[in-house]
């Protein structure tokens, strides 16, 4: 195993092994130019669909549930393949040249069946990018240095999801939508070079699957049992389910409230909102980098339970476009928070059972349902009874994620 020394970091002070410096810039790199890629660019998939022949708005709808639902199901087996495999390089390498490549097919024959078939394999392939990416990190750091770097990976991500964002909009404004998806299937080549660049014997993979040093070579627990053994696993995974549950549609429908009161400003706004929160996530990600470890992970987190219910209340209470925007600020800290932190709360609640990554993959799979219910159940309320309704419908189902995270999920880092 590789030998630990202290490293300066920044602001802080984190365990990390030496030698690993070359592979832990890659693996930075591969976060910041993957933010881009993992999605298969699905919120532009709709927009140019909508201009092709034969498309409609369910036909399209359909489109993007399928890689949502794709990625769900196959999610959790995958999580426990990582824990397996120690080629976990390739299947990112694999994932990422199968998005690719479907991100260019519908732009050359955008059929129902070209287009179905690309959106089922970036599904399987978006299944891989999480887990895979936290597995390495795990492998190359150890749990010491498992904060810092999860942290440090989620700020390189925001970083790269303003930046591709702007520039595949660009892309697609002066060249032509299509050249948002070539775009993207550029940025795949970096993806794979920095891949390739972290060195795959640095990768401790009995780190990587949750075991610490003491309990290598003792062998896993039974299968998928941990799951089920763990009580403030499962509690956590049902207090994330009930976040997104609340927090996914928010976005969508303050955009088509100030879509509908601002006709011709729509995208404008989405951009402005989506910028805002992608901003505040990076500074959420270097907190959690920085303080997580000192503080406690539960206090950081119940900053995220709390904004969520606020934000639901005060774009509820929302005259102006103006405010809309700033109250977005309470997306980048519940979200940025969240997507820092879980996969270290899991890591702290799978230690030595040698199944982290099937447990973060069924965690991720029970806040994707969350997510995919939640525009489906904020829409029909919508219809029933207005914005506002919904806003409110969605702040009952934060407080009680609240609720259940401050009551059933316990502080899980140790001293």
């Known amino acids: ?57 369910a036909s399209i709808g359909l489109m993007l549930t399928l890689s949502v639902a794709t990625t769900l199901a196959v999610q959790t087996p995958t999580g426990a393949l990582i824990d397996r495999t120690s080629h976990k390089r390739a299947l990112i390498i694999g994932a990422t ?159 088509q409230k100030l879509a509908a009161h601002h006709a011709g400003q729509g995208m404008l706004f989405q951009a402005a909102l989506i910028i805002v929160a992608q901003m505040v996530m990076l500074l959420m990600a270097i907190l959690v980098a920085h303080r997580a470890d000192r503080w406690g992970r539960k206090a950081i987190f119940l900053a995220a339970f709390l904004a969520l219910p606020l934000r639901g209340v005060l774009f509820a209470l929302a005259t102006n476009s103006t405010c809309t925007v700033a109250i977005q600020v309470l997306d980048g800290v519940g979200t940025g928070i969240l997507w820092a932190l879980l996969p270290i709360m899991v890591a702290d609640l799978t230690r030595g059972t040698g199944r982290y990554n099937v447990a973060f993959g069924a965690v991720t799979t029970m806040q994707g349902i969350g997510a995919a219910l939640s525009t489906t159940l904020a829409g029909a309320v919508v219809v029933l009874g207005g914005y506002d309704l919904a806003f409110l419908t969605l702040t009952g189902i934060a407080l009680l994620a609240l609720g259940v995270f401050c009551f059933g999920v316990p502080e899980t880092s140790t001293p």
């Open 97 to 255: 040249v199968l998005v690719s490549a479907g991100a260019v097919i519908v732009t050359i024959a955008p059929s129902f069946a070209v287009v179905a078939t690309a959106q089922l394999v970036i599904g399987v392939a978006g299944a891989v990018f999480p887990p895979a990416i936290a597995a390495i990190a795990l492998g190359l750091v150890g749990p010491a240095g498992y904060t810092y770097r999860t942290g440090r990976m989620q700020a390189f991500n925001h970083a790269g999801n303003v930046i591709s964002a702007a520039a595949v909009g660009i892309a697609g404004y002066l060249v032509s939508i299509r050249a948002s998806f070539w775009l993207a299937s550029v940025l795949g080549i970096f993806v794979i070079a920095t891949a390739l660049t972290i060195n795959r014997r640095l990768i401790d993979h009995d780190l990587a699957r949750g075991f610490v040093p003491q309990d290598t070579g003792t062998g896993p627990s039974s299968g998928f049992a941990v799951l089920l053994r763990c009580r403030p696993l499962l509690v956590l995974a049902v207090s994330i389910l009930l976040f997104d549950l609340a927090n996914d549609a928010m976005l969508p429908i303050i955009g």
């Open 1 to 57: 195993m590789v030998g630990y020394q202290h490293t300066r970091q920044l602001s802080g002070w984190s365990q990390e092994p030496s030698g690993t410096g070359r592979s832990l810039a890659a693996l930075d790199g591969l976060n910041f130019f993957l933010a881009d890629v993992q999605n298969g660019l699905g919120p532009f998939l709709g927009i140019y669909l909508v201009n092709q022949p034969g498309w409609n708005a």
